[in-house]
């Protein structure tokens, strides 16, 4: 299953967001050396208890990712 998501770095606390046809992310980490992208992967296999992958996007804000 692949999911949009729309990241926000550097946020008071890290959460997931269900909005409609996409995720919007907000995480703790800056976007510096893979450091957010490490947080976004934990977080989403977290919530829905699946192997995450980032497909495309990987120095963007907007990624796809997906779950298996």
Known sequence: MRIKIKVKTNQPKSEVI???GYYEVFIKE????GKANL???KLFKR???????????FKNKE?????F
């Open 63 to 67: 990624k796809i990712i997906e779950l």
């Open 47 to 57: 919530k829905f208890k699946k192997n995450v992958k980032i497909v495309s996007g």
């Open 18 to 20: 269900e909005k409609e």
């Open 30 to 33: 800056k976007p510096e050396k």
């Open 39 to 41: 947080e976004i992967l």
